[in-house]
């Protein structure tokens, strides 16, 4: 018996073949829309260069066909109704900074404990005395960076809270910094946090993940370590002193990056470490955390393990040869620990809950002392 298929025409299966190709065709083409506005958000998040700028080619007019025939609503509705965040791309917040930055400027909010003493706003207030944290009445101790400052962070936090006079929060994101504003906006969140945590201190620490090209706000793409990028980068360490002191605080800690173990990486932390250093010698009220100094080895190189104070060997930085342990990121607390107390607790007054602390005031641009080298343990 014949297959009823071998009577039809030649051509009728040609046309049905070719409908098949026109449905795959249009179900890809469809999908490409749908997906087009997360497609444009990775493009966007890549390094500035060409490869960015190929894909961005390719997939911006997508993006905008989406979007006029509403295609890119679906996914937008799916992900507010799960509480996700929107697929595509999202518009940079610009965020008003004073300008010329700013000396810190007086604080006339009385005699809170995590700000200033009201006197009559003539006197800077990085030259006039800190208020003293009691209890019932702590500094507020803002710590913001990338992920290099989760784990000394955390230690800090921990320190902070054995005080009874600080109350600390930990605000650290991954693969964020200064450079790329259109992944994460930290002027913005410091902001933010100015007004909602009201600190009298803050922790910086960024830069692992600048060592890329960024953008002016005029659209000029600068590469990294160019004229262009350094006074760029400059502007945006001086921005975030300004937006800080503008919000009320009264001391920023900015703890640079430590030792590389890649000799072209550790070259790109250093030039950003020179940034933070010659930023913090130029404001009262800004000390400069010398993380580098402080995980090198004798001879100013890079490690994995260091004595600790009781010359006990510890493995300082993780398998990835870049992050610190939790040894590590206890030896980095420690040094802004330090400054901290030195700065806010020296004469604190004691009431028998709280750790008064020791040490010399930190001077605006002080450094972490020289770390010991050590072997690994046999």
């Known amino acids: 018996m014949s297959d009823p298929s071998d009577k039809l025409p030649f051509g009728r299966r040609r046309r049905t073949a070719a409908s098949a190709l026109v449905v795959v065709l249009i179900a890809f083409g469809v999908g490409v829309l749908l997906n087009a506005p997360a497609m444009k958000k990775t493009a966007l998040e890549l390094p500035y260069g060409g490869a960015r700028s190929v894909r961005l080619a390719l997939v911006s007019p997508a993006a905008a066909v989406s979007h006029w025939l509403f295609l890119d609503r679906p996914a937008r509705y799916a992900s507010s109704l799960l509480g996700r965040p929107d697929p595509g791309p999202e518009p940079v917040q610009v965020v008003v900074v004073p300008t010329p930055t700013p000396e810190p400027s007086a604080v006339t909010k009385g005699d809170k404990g995590d700000k200033g003493q009201n006197d009559g706003g003539q006197t800077p207030v990085a030259e006039r005395p800190l208020p003293r944290p009691y209890a019932g009445h702590p500094m507020h101790l803002y710590i913001a960076g990338d992920s290099m400052a989760g784990i000394p962070?955390?230690?800090?936090?921990?320190?902070?809270?054995?005080?009874?006079?600080?109350?600390?929060?930990?605000?650290?994101?991954?693969?964020?910094?200064?450079?790329?504003?259109?992944?994460?906006?930290?002027?913005?969140?410091?902001?933010?946090?100015?007004?909602?945590?009201?600190?009298?201190?803050?922790?910086?620490?960024?830069?692992?993940?600048?060592?890329?090209?960024?953008?002016?706000?005029?659209?000029?793409?600068?590469?990294?370590?160019?004229?262009?990028?350094?006074?760029?980068?400059?502007?945006?360490?001086?921005?975030?002193?300004?937006?800080?002191?503008?919000?009320?605080?009264?001391?920023?800690?900015?703890?640079?990056?430590?030792?590389?173990?890649?000799?072209?990486?550790?070259?790109?932390?250093?030039?950003?470490?020179?940034?933070?250093?010659?930023?913090?010698?130029?404001?009262?009220?800004?000390?400069?955390?010398?993380?580098?100094?402080?995980?090198?080895?004798?001879?100013?190189?890079?490690?994995?393990?260091?004595?600790?104070?009781?010359?006990?060997?510890?493995?300082?930085?993780?398998?990835?040869?870049?992050?610190?342990?939790?040894?590590?990121?206890?030896?980095?607390?420690?040094?802004?620990?330090?400054?901290?107390?030195?700065?806010?607790?020296?004469?604190a007054k004691k009431d028998g809950s709280g750790d008064a602390g020791a040490g010399t005031p930190a001077s605006p641009s002080a450094k972490a002392s020289p770390a010991r080298s050590a072997t690994p343990a046999p």
């Not at 006079?165 to 790329?180: E, W």
């Not at 760029?232 to 002191?245: G, T």
Request: aromatic share 10%; hydrophobic share 40%; no cysteine.
């Open 153 to 347: 962070g955390m230690a800090l936090v921990n320190m902070a809270k054995d005080t009874k006079l600080i109350k600390p929060l930990l605000d650290y994101r991954i693969s964020t910094g200064l450079v790329r504003p259109d992944f994460f906006n930290w002027p913005l969140q410091l902001q933010e946090q100015m007004k909602s945590f009201d600190p009298g201190a803050v922790v910086v620490m960024w830069g692992a993940n600048d060592n890329q090209g960024l953008e002016t706000s005029s659209g000029k793409v600068h590469q990294f370590g160019s004229d262009g990028w350094k006074k760029e980068y400059r502007k945006r360490i001086e921005d975030v002193i300004a937006i800080l002191f503008a919000g009320g605080v009264r001391r920023i800690y900015w703890v640079g990056q430590p030792v590389m173990p890649d000799a072209t990486y550790d070259r790109q932390i250093r030039l950003m470490n020179d940034l933070f250093e010659s930023a913090a010698a130029r404001h009262d009220g800004v000390t400069y955390v010398d993380a580098y100094q402080l995980f090198s080895n004798a001879n100013g190189g890079y490690t994995q393990y260091l004595e600790d104070d009781n010359g006990e060997t510890q493995q300082v930085r993780e398998a990835d040869g870049e992050h610190l342990t939790y040894a590590g990121g206890q030896r980095l607390a420690k040094a802004v620990m330090a400054a901290i107390k030195a700065d806010w607790l020296t004469q």
